[in-house]
């Protein structure tokens, strides 16, 4: 039963960050962009039952969820500190944890996942840790030639910021490693 530690806001101001007492995952994140994609995961399935929440996002520590810019926040946090009191903490839920995966990038060109995983590294290194902080991620949902998609979570998936500033700031830095890359959300 994870409890609330804290509540802090982000760079998104239809998204708060819950830090949490006890890990709802181990380093597996969970992300959720309405409620049919939520249907197989109990937490996620409560907090869209709730009106005007619009994304649910959560690893180890923390969620973040996001609203639709019409509820008051102290009302919303009220209503989701029901549906995370009631969420089992990792270690009751690592079997269901266990079988969601991110999605593989296992058909790329051993090159490529070099590419890859350098590009990783520094997105490990430099910008990751940003995002986090604020309630979001991203990760990579291909490398193509010189164009890399990558998806924004949590708070990041639908700030103004992170669509424009972070994302040339993404791209400014991986140029350092490879000078034509294109880097575009989705």
């Not at 996001?66 to 509820?71: E, K, M, N, V």
């Not at 009631?86 to 790329?108: G, N, R, Y």
Request: glycine share 6%; net charge negative.
């Amino acid at each position: 039963m994870p409890k609330i530690d804290d509540i802090e806001d982000t760079p998104n101001p239809n998204a708060k960050k819950f830090i949490l007492k006890e890990p709802l995952t181990w380093g597996i994140s969970r992300s959720f962009e309405n409620a049919g994609q939520a249907a197989t995961d109990p937490l996620a399935a409560a907090l869209f039952d709730l009106e005007h929440v619009t994304n649910v996002f959560y690893v180890d520590r923390w969620l973040t969820v996001t609203q639709d810019g019409r509820a008051d926040w102290r009302e919303l946090s009220r209503d989701i500190a029901g549906p995370l009191r009631a969420a089992p903490a990792a270690s009751e839920a690592s079997e269901h944890f266990a079988q969601s995966v991110q999605p593989t990038l296992d058909d790329m060109a051993p090159e490529d996942r070099a590419r890859l995983e350098q590009i990783n590294t520094l997105l490990d290194a430099q910008i990751r840790p940003y995002l986090q902080g604020d309630g979001g991620d991203l990760y990579v949902l291909s490398l193509t030639g010189k164009r890399l998609v990558v998806h924004y979570q949590g708070a990041c998936g639908s700030c103004p910021s992170s669509l424009s500033g972070t994302l040339a700031g993404i791209e400014n830095l991986l140029r350092t490693i490879e000078p034509d890359i294109e880097v575009t959300a989705v």
